[in-house]
């Protein structure tokens, strides 16, 4: 059973960067695992943030494009997501997800593991 545990979320102003992480457990090399971050603001909806799979290829949201990374580290099997030049409409939970098959990334029912979420704030 994949678990999804993160970390890194805090509170940071206008501008400024955080990294988050997302350890994965129970989980075995497989090529058709995809991986992705999504967020999810009081009284909106989650919304896909970043994805990518196992054969390199990553999909952003429009609103992220140019500021946020997401990459793996396949040895130590730790998703990351790198926020820059971060904004107040990126406030929020931040979770991270994986699943098999994703046709697409930043569509949350394409997933069937979740962490619990990290909470990130950024203040003007």
């Known amino acids: 059973q994949v678990q999804l545990v993160e970390s890194g979320g805090g509170s940071v102003q206008a501008g400024g960067s955080l990294r988050l992480s997302c350890a994965v457990a129970g989980y075995s090399y497989d090529r058709y695992y995809g991986w992705a971050w999504f967020r999810q603001a009081p ?6 943030v970043a994805g990518c799979d196992n054969d390199g290829r990553t999909h952003y949201a429009d609103s ?8 793996r580290d396949n040895a130590k099997n730790i998703l990351y997501l790198q926020m820059n030049s ?16 994703i046709a697409s990334m930043l569509d949350p029912y394409e997933y069937t593991h979740w962490g619990q979420g990290t909470q990130v704030t950024v203040s003007s």
């Open 43 to 48: 009284g909106k909806e989650r919304e896909g």
């Open 64 to 71: 992220v494009k140019g500021r946020f990374t997401i990459s």
């Open 86 to 101: 971060l904004k107040p409409e990126d406030t929020g939970i931040y979770y991270c997800a994986a699943g098999r098959y």
